[in-house]
C-alpha cells in the first residue's frame, strides 16, 4: 500500500468502538500525519455536532480541529442552505441536529401543511406523533430526505438501529421513496471531504468499517478504498456486494504495514 496524500477515514467502527479506540489507531494516524499526509474524518451519525466529535478525538489523544471533521447532518445542512435557502423542514432526529439546521438558516416547523422537506435521521425519540407528521407532511407534498441511510451503528458489544428504521417507517406508510441522502455513500460527503483535503480522488485513500457506505462511496467517487474489520462488515458478508475495497484490512493500523 502507498502512502497516499489525502485520507477520508471514519470513526464510529473504524478509528473508535464507543468510548475505546482502536487498537494502534491513534499511533497510525500520527505517524501518516508526520509523513505529510491529511486526514478528514467522516461520521454519518448526526447525534453530535461536529464540534462534540473534535472534542471526543482529542480527548482520546488524537489532535483535530473543527474543520478536520464533517458529519451527515452537517453536509445535509450546507447543501439544503445553498439549493433550498430557508426551507421549512419536519425532522425525525436529535436537537444537535435541529440546532445545526437552524443554524444554517433553515426553519424547524410541526405544521405538515407548512413542511417542504421531511428530513428523516438516527433518531432514538423516534414515536408514533412524529411518523404521522411525517405522513401529513408527505401527503401535502414535502420531499423526503435523509441524513444517512444506514441500518445499524457500531458500539462496543454491538450495534443500534439506525436511520434505516426511521426512512423504513415513513417509506412504509406514505409509499414515497427517499430522495436524496447527504452522508455516506453519496457524493456530497465525499466532495465536503474532498474539498476539505485539497487532492484529487486518485491521491485519497477512504478507510471504513461499512462496504456499503464506505467502500461504495470511495468506489463511485473515484478514490482508493480500505475496508477494515473492526466494525460491522465481515469477510463473510463482503462477499454479499458486487463492489470490492482494494484493500482488506484487519484494523486501522495496517495502514502503516
Known sequence: MRRYPGYLCDLDGTVYLSERLIPGARETIL???EAGSRIVFMSNKPL???????????????????????????????????EAPGARLFVLGEPPLLAELRDAGLKITNDPAEVEY????????????????AFLAIRHGAHLIA???????????????????????????TGAKLEWV?????????????RRLGVQPHDCLVVGDRI????????????????????VTSPVKMAEFPYR??????SIADLLR
Open 245 to 250: 475495497p482494494d484493500y482488506v484490512l484487519d
Open 31 to 33: 505517524a501518516l500525519r
Open 147 to 173: 441524513t444517512n441511510a444506514d441500518r445499524t451503528c457500531p458500539v462496543e458489544g454491538g450495534e443500534l438501529p439506525d436511520a434505516a428504521s426511521v426512512i423504513g417507517a415513513i417509506e412504509g406508510c
Open 118 to 133: 421531511v428530513v428523516a435521521a438516527f433518531d432514538r425519540t423516534f414515536a408514533y406523533d412524529k411518523l404521522y407528521t
Open 48 to 82: 453530535q455536532p461536529r464540534s462534540d466529535y473534535a472534542a471526543k478525538l482529542n480527548r482520546l489523544g488524537i489532535p483535530v480541529e473543527l474543520d478536520d471533521v464533517i458529519n451527515s447532518s452537517y453536509v445535509l445542512a450546507q447543501h439544503l442552505a445553498r
Open 212 to 231: 456499503e457506505t464506505d467502500v461504495r462511496m470511495g468506489i463511485e467517487a473515484g478514490t482508493a478504498t480500505a475496508l477494515v474489520l473492526t466494525g
Open 182 to 194: 447527504a452522508g455516506k455513500p453519496s457524493r456530497m460527503m465525499v466532495e465536503v471531504g474532498l
